[in-house]
């Protein structure tokens, strides 16, 4: 009579560990995320992206562990690392397509990449939902690299139509020929 007893309270146990943990991930991944972040103020990069690895691995959308993965990993400037951030940011914006700060976010790591044809789309995207200058002036250099020069100059003038004292779209434009 102990064997079963024993047995279902072990799986009664182990049936609340598995309710919790299911109750409880969001909270789970958000600590996660905290220690991540600890890691990265003490300089410790690499740690914090495992962190934030398993905060994604527990919650995919968590917003905040996608944009801490993909930020240490341009800041780590591993080919790998930034591959897996476009990797997760991408996954992410899959179910989410409205954050705009994972997509400015992947819209860096594919400048980082030499991908700018992917990062003006993005880059674009954030600037006109947004109306962020700083945007639509990274759409513009983007779109320079890939010899889409009037486009640029387009996104240099959107830029400063929202924001005329905007220095770096000005400056574009200066260095463009475009008034």
Not at 11 to 20: F, R
Not at 42 to 67: C, I, K
Not at 129 to 135: E, I, M, N
Request: aromatic fraction near 8%; charged fraction near 25%.
């Amino acid at each position: 009579m102990t064997a079963p007893s024993s047995r279902r309270r072990l799986e009664l146990a182990l049936s609340g560990i598995v309710i919790s943990a299911c109750l409880l991930r969001t909270q789970l991944a958000d600590a996660l995320v905290v220690r991540g972040d600890g890691c990265l103020y003490r300089a410790r990069p690499s740690l914090a992206l495992q962190y934030y690895r398993r905060a994604l691995w527990l919650d995919a959308n968590d917003g905040t562990a996608v944009d801490r993965f993909v930020f240490v990993a341009m800041t780590l400037r591993e080919g790998g690392a930034l591959r897996d951030g476009i990797a997760v940011a991408s996954r992410y914006l899959e179910r989410n397509p409205d954050d705009d700060v994972v997509r400015m976010d992947r819209a860096m790591a594919y400048r980082a990449t030499g991908r700018p044809a992917q990062a003006v789309t993005d880059f674009a995207t954030v600037g006109r939902r947004t109306k962020d200058a700083r945007a639509l002036t990274f759409a513009g250099f983007a779109a320079e690299e890939i010899g889409q020069r009037d486009r640029a100059r387009a996104f240099w003038h959107s830029a400063v139509a929202i924001d005329p004292g905007f220095p770096a779209a000005q400056h574009a434009l200066t260095r463009s020929g475009s008034p």
